[in-house]
T-cell receptor, first 113, second 114 residues
Framework: RKEVEQDPGPFNVPEGATVAFNCTYS??????FFWYRQDCRKEPKLLMSVYSSGNEDGRFTAQLNRASQYISLLIRDSKLSDSATYLC??????????????FGQGTILTVHP | NAGVTQTPKFQVLKTGQSMTLQCAQDMNHEYMSWYRQDPGMGLRLIHY???????DQGEVPNGYNVSRSTTEDFPLRLLSAAPSQTSVYFC?????????????FGPGTRLTVL
């Protein structure tokens, strides 16, 4: 079983749609969670951190369920510019685990006019 | 700040050749990492470092060496290139803030081994 699993998609949605991505992780010692965004042939860039209480940044909402080891990302009012691959990322903190992120394989989103 | 820089951007090698992928950061970050990204596989950790003089293996270290003589630089060496090492290589750096380790990536090196 992969440490971090995502539905690879692709998700094809019209502008203005709401889309949700899910992610599960297997290591219960994971303490730090993120969503990264990666545009075609570019480097991953941090979209948002995910906190236990859930957090929102504009049109983006992230949720964490530690009991189910499940992370989600909701995008509301999708824009063409949201088209990208979304990467779920976890980190086990402490000791020599810093600098050592585990990535899901990514979910591809295409927003069309 | 330039952030994380990587050279070269593109490289073609023949099987058996060796080379070094360069990575530098000017943010004084403690932690640096190397990942490779292959289609359908996501990013996989090759080696990482928690400070100058300290390195450790990640998920896929075979065929690669690293060293960290300074905080700024973290080169990745391919000892004897193989076609299986054809990939996109990303270097990242990070530091702890509010208990979180947020990584910043370089633009990547696209390597083809023939």
């Amino acid at each position: 079983r992969k440490e971090v699993e995502q539905d690879p998609g692709p998700f094809n949605v019209p502008e203005g749609a709401t889309v949700a991505f899910n992610c599960t992780y297997s290591n219960s010692a994971s303490q730090s969670f993120f969503w990264y965004r990666q545009d075609c042939r570019k480097e991953p860039k941090l979209l948002m951190s995910v906190y236990s209480s859930g957090n929102e940044d504009g049109r983006f909402t992230a949720q964490l369920n530690r009991a189910s080891q499940y992370i989600s990302l909701l995008i509301r009012d999708s824009k063409l510019s949201d088209s990208a691959t979304y990467l779920c990322v976890v980190n086990v903190l402490g000791g020599t685990s810093y600098g050592k992120l585990t990535f899901g394989q990514g979910t591809i989103l295409t927003v069309h006019p | 700040n330039a952030g994380v820089t990587q050279t070269p951007k593109f490289q073609v090698l023949k099987t058996g050749q060796s080379m070094t992928l360069q990575c530098a950061q000017d943010m004084n970050h403690e932690y640096m990492s190397w990942y490779r990204q292959d289609p359908g596989m996501g990013l996989r950790l090759i080696h990482y470092s928690v400070g100058a003089g300290i390195t450790d293996q990640g998920e896929v270290p075979n065929g690669y060496n690293v060293s960290r003589s300074t905080t700024e630089d973290f080169p990745l060496r391919l000892l004897s290139a193989a076609p299986s090492q054809t990939s996109v290589y990303f270097c990242a750096s990070s530091y702890l803030s509010a208990g979180r380790d947020t990584q910043y990536f370089g633009p990547g090196t696209r390597l083809t081994v023939l």
